[in-house]
Nanobody, 126 residues
């Protein structure tokens, strides 16, 4: 079992940057692939980025590729999402999620993730 708490959201102007953090508690954090998802008002929850348990495979949605970077620190039980060149369309609640895995991959599908944080709001003004 793992519990997740996101932080680092806020209001930023277009072109700015934010760094989201996800703190995990519980055992065997390194057994989980980790993902970031986002949900804008009136829309479905979308995949943003994911990272495998070792941190050497990363995956990104096309809409954020080249602007966002996911990383993790297994010793600290932390996952990060560095967001640069933010756009108004990046406005959403961002969720951290954990998927217990037995391979070196991370899934893009939200339904495969077992544990979710409460989310942190990111608002990008134009």
């Amino acid at each position: 079992q793992v519990q997740l708490v996101e932080s680092g959201g806020g209001l930023v102007q277009a072109g700015g940057s934010l760094r989201l953090s996800c703190a995990a508690s519980g055992r065997s954090f390194s057994s989980y692939a980790m993902g970031w998802f986002r949900q804008a008002p009136g829309k479905e929850r979308d995949f943003v980025a994911a990272i495998n348990w070792r941190g050497d495979n990363t995956y990104y949605a096309d809409s954020v590729k080249g602007r966002f970077t996911i990383s993790r620190d297994n010793a600290k039980k932390m996952v990060y999402l560095q967001m640069n060149s933010l756009k108004p369309e990046d406005t959403a609640v961002y969720y951290c999620a954990a998927d217990l895995v037995y391979n070196d991959y991370a899934d893009r599908r939200s339904q495969t993730y077992d544990h979710w944080g409460q989310g942190t709001q990111v608002t990008v003004s134009s």
